[in-house]
């Protein structure tokens, strides 16, 4: 059984950065595509990035494609996600997942049965 654990959330004002981890322990995670997904307040989980195990494919939502990065080292057991050029819009609770099926990384929640607690990103204006 894989375990994921989110952190690098925080407060930080519109244009800055943060760059979230997201430690897997347990599992094969050299082997997992993973994904970022992220809920704001009164507002369904949405799906903000994924990355295939390999690192060959990475997708991004449409609302944040430019300003983050998902990136993972597999030597690590970590995957990040770099955020830049932050919205007040962005804030939200970040949660990191993981699916260990083979195929291509997944926009879908369901597609992904791991999922972290979740880290706070507050974006103020």
């Known amino acids: 059984q894989m375990y994921l654990e989110e952190s690098g959330g925080g407060l930080v004002q519109a244009g800055g950065s943060l760059r979230l981890s997201c430690a897997a322990s347990g599992g094969t995670f050299s082997r997992a595509n993973m994904g970022w997904f992220r809920q704001a307040p009164g507002k369904e989980r949405e799906f903000v990035a994924g990355?295939?195990?390999?690192?060959?494919?990475?997708y991004y939502s449409n609302s944040v494609k430019g300003r983050f990065t998902c990136s993972r080292d597999n030597a690590k057991n970590i995957v990040y996600l770099q955020m830049d050029s932050l919205l007040p819009e962005d804030t939200a609770v970040y949660y990191c997942a993981a699916d260990e099926n083979d195929r291509p990384p997944a926009r879908e929640e369901a597609a992904y049965g791991l999922w972290g607690q979740g880290t706070q990103v507050t974006v103020s204006s």
């Open positions: 990355i295939s195990w390999k690192d060959t494919n990475i």
